[in-house]
């Protein structure tokens, strides 16, 4: 069965910087090499929103909101994606889901807090 589990999450004074993780499991190697992945957020009140794609090739887009800020990497051989956000700011408050788009499937989510 395909999961995902992200992990890194917390509470950050503005400024700072976290490293947010994402396993995917129930997937061989070949196949998650091919996927392409997904980071979203959804903060309270708002819809959930894509902030960050990687693609199997290593290819990367971003939101504007997290354009040189963010950066999200991608280690194969431990089924793993990461998101690095520094320079937080309070309105990067959410929470972050990783999403494997082919399978569509969602992890639980990492809460990201952003203190000012």
């Known amino acids: 069965q395909v999961r995902l589990e992200e992990s890194g999450g917390g509470l950050v004074q503005a400024g700072g910087s976290l490293r947010l993780s994402c396993v995917v499991y129930?997937?061989?190697?070949?196949?998650?090499?091919?996927?392409?992945m997904a980071w979203y957020r959804q903060a309270p009140g708002n819809e959930r929103e894509l902030v960050a794609i990687i693609t199997s090739g290593g290819n990367t887009s971003y939101a504007n909101s997290a354009s040189g800020r963010f950066t999200f990497s991608r280690d194969n051989a431990k089924h793993t994606v990461y998101l690095q956000m520094n320079s937080l700011k309070p309105e990067d408050t959410a929470v972050y889901y990783c999403?494997?788009?082919?399978?569509?499937?969602w992890g639980q989510g990492t809460q990201v807090t952003v203190s000012s």
């Open positions: 129930g997937v061989s190697g070949p196949i998650f090499r091919s996927e392409n």
């Open positions: 999403r494997l788009p082919t399978f569509d499937k």
